[in-house]
């Protein structure tokens, strides 16, 4: 198949899905064309079979806000037609599921079914704002097909669009040949000494996803035995998180490495990952994390309890309780063989149910019922 696919290019989960996508779906022999304003951070161009479309913004003085959603549309239009694409697939519902809806009616009536991908703030925060409520309803009623990376971001989609179309879930992957244990542990050497524990936080540092309570469990479980904190990623609560590590003098425990293409290389170097977040749809941080063999200690709001079992493979903690959470990552750290029983049962879940081969296989079945459909 011919396949466009749009995302966001930045630092972001729903990014990091679809530039895998992608890349799978080109190993596996399709052609894949990326159609977005940059070039997708984990993207390669490592086969011939990729390949990337910018989209161009006219600036023009009498736009403050140059019209993004129609340049992508125009881009998709002219792609699909010179490049002859079977179908787009957008990634995050605003405003690439609209530019898609756009770019379908422009080539009509040259057949282009559009998927749209929901995963999460475009749904909870962004598309449940009521200035865009409608016109996202509009799209994601529009789309040929729609997919959901969780149960519970298909159940709050459902109710709050009050979507009488059929939305399926197919959960986010990870790639196992990539994802994996670290064969010998000599970086880890670089953030901790033998004695010391490492914990890890990783994601792009927006509110939702708690930074400040990340410093705050690493607190506590530093004052219980010798630990030291990596923090990958960067966003708009670094300045406080760095401002807290400061007053709590924790400036020689905490180490921040800002933005990271090769997260893979670093994850699997850790005892334990955080992520406190108030909402995750999905939780992609975590699912990497297990497949390095890394148990986590996540919030349990939203989608992550469909990814790790209370218990087994992490512990789910209630958002803002910071207490349990430490405790939770005291009771993985302290007791003896914990940390490996739970890794080992995180990489065994991860391959079990999200590893790439069987969830790309359903992203495939997908395209295909919907060109098959009239
Ligand atoms: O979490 C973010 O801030 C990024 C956001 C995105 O769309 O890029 O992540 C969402 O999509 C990820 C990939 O599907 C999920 O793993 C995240 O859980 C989800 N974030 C939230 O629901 C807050």
């Given amino acids: 198949m011919r396949i466009g696919i749009t995302c966001y290019p930045t630092y972001g989960g729903s990014g990091v899905v679809a530039t895998e996508l992608g890349l799978e779906l080109a190993a596996r022999g399709h052609e894949i064309h990326f159609i977005s304003y940059a070039v997708p951070v984990r993207m390669s161009a490592a086969s011939e079979r990729i390949h990337f479309h910018e989209v161009e913004m006219l600036d023009y003085p009498l736009f403050d806000h140059p019209p993004y959603t129609l340049a992508l549309a125009t881009k998709m239009r002219n792609v699909a037609a010179n490049e002859s694409l079977d179908l787009l697939h957008v990634h995050y519902a605003i405003p690439h599921s609209v530019s898609a809806y756009l770019a379908r009616a422009m080539l009509a009536p ?129 300045t406080v998180a760095e401002w807290m590590v400061h007053e709590k003098g924790l400036v020689r425990d905490v180490v921040f490495m800002g933005k ?72 993985i750290l302290a007791e003896p063989g914990r940390r490996e029983a739970m890794g080992k049962a995180a990489r065994d879940r991860a391959s079990r149910e999200f590893c790439a081969p069987k969830i790309i296989a359903r992203y495939e079945k997908l395209y295909e019922s919907v060109l098959n459909s009239q």
């Avoid at 749209?116 to 449940?128: F, K, S, W, Y």
């Avoid at 996202?136 to 009623?141: A, C, K, L």
């Avoid at 939702?208 to 960067?234: C, Q, S």
């Avoid at 108030?278 to 919030?299: K, Q, R, T, Y």
Wanted: proline fraction near 7%; charged fraction near 25%.
């Fill in 110 to 238: 040259r057949r282009l079914p559009f998927v749209t991908t929901l995963h999460g703030t475009d749904i909870t925060l962004v598309g449940a704002d009521r200035s865009f409520l409608p016109i996202t309803r509009f799209s994601i009623e529009e789309s040929d097909a729609v997919t959901a990376i969780s149960r519970y971001l298909r159940e709050v989609t459902l109710q709050e669009f009050d979507l009488k179309r059929p939305v399926e879930v197919i959960p986010n992957f990870v790639n196992f040949d990539v994802f994996q244990p670290p064969e010998d542990h000599e970086r880890r050497g670089e953030f901790a000494a033998p004695h010391e524990k490492l914990l890890v936080h990783l994601s792009n540092f927006r509110p939702v996803k708690r930074v400040p309570d990340v410093i705050e469990i690493f607190d506590i479980v530093r004052k219980e035995i010798p630990a030291k904190l990596l923090l990958i990623g960067d966003g708009p609560e670094r």
């Fill in 260 to 331: 990271q293409n090769q997260v893979q290389n670093l994850l699997g170097l850790a005892d334990v990952l955080l992520l406190p977040s108030d909402l995750e749809s999905f939780g992609l941080a975590a699912l990497e994390a297990m497949a390095c063999g890394v148990p986590c200690v996540c919030s349990r709001e939203g989608g992550v309890g469909e990814v790790i079992t209370d218990g087994v493979e992490g512990y789910l903690v209630p958002p803002r309780d910071v207490r349990t959470m430490a405790e939770r990552t005291l009771k």
